[in-house]
């Protein structure tokens, strides 16, 4: 079982590309999540989704764009890449119906991204 | 200040000693996540907890939602456990959002 799978794993960009991280899972879990985790820092919530077609902001989504077009699926966009957004990624998954909500997230390995 | 706080920052212990992590939040609350985060980076869920308290293996997480208060325990702490330990909360509101803390630095020593 794949779980939560991220790519790449690591990546070097020049300040004003632009490139999507990658994030899948196949749990068929209704939520979707995205982090940045820097250094000496908590992980902060970019955007998350609640199912497919439907995502939302979160602490830090300036700078970000995602789109959830099927359930598996949660891409991260950076469109103008700066220094700013060096940082980890990581995608989370879990699960939530009417009648079971607290379950724990799932993350992937992470996405180690530098902006040079 | 960070409505989820953790402490010690960083610990440093020798093999076979029982160790607590502590983690304060200042928000109502309706589960508290402990995550262990390897020096790989992989995020791993230990426990997911809304009272009382959680036991696996040698791991322990206890909650006072009175005291707003959480602690991990580890009993006969291993080299293998060096990792860093991330209490998150998820408020009450019907919210799946979570919030961390910057987690703590454990660094067991053989």
């Known amino acids: 079982n794949a779980g939560v799978t991220q790519t790449p794993k690591f990546r070097i960009l020049k300040i004003g590309q632009s490139m999507t991280l990658q994030c899948t899972q196949d749990?068929?879990?209704?939520?979707m999540y995205w982090y940045r985790q820097d250094p000496g820092m908590g992980l902060k919530l970019i955007y998350y989704?609640?199912?497919?077609?439907?995502?939302d902001k979160g602490e830090v989504p300036n700078g970000y764009n995602v789109s959830r077009s099927t359930t598996e699926d949660f891409p991260l966009r950076l469109e103008l890449a700066a220094p700013s957004q060096t940082s980890v990624y990581f995608c989370a998954s879990s699960s939530r119906t009417d009648r079971v909500s607290n379950q724990p997230q799932h993350f992937g390995d992470g996405t180690r991204l530098s902006i040079l | 200040k960070n409505e989820v706080e953790q402490s010690p920052q960083n610990l440093t212990a020798q093999e076979g000693e029982f160790i607590t992590i502590n983690c304060s939040y200042s928000?109502?609350?309706?589960?508290l996540h402990w995550l262990q985060q390897h020096p790989g980076g992989g995020i791993v869920s230990l426990f997911m907890?809304?009272?009382g308290k959680k036991k696996h293996g040698r791991l322990i997480a206890t909650i006072n939602i009175q005291e707003k208060h959480s602690s991990l325990h580890i009993t006969a702490s291993h080299p293998r456990d060096s990792a860093v330990y991330i209490c998150?909360?998820?408020?009450?509101?019907?919210?799946?959002?979570?919030?961390f803390g910057k987690g703590m630095k454990l660094t067991v020593n053989p």
């Open positions: 749990m068929n879990h209704n939520y």
């Open positions: 989704s609640v199912g497919a077609g439907i995502t």
């Open positions: 998150a909360v998820r408020s009450t509101g019907g919210s799946e959002k979570l919030v």
């Open positions: 928000v109502g609350i309706s589960a």
């Open positions: 907890l809304s009272s």
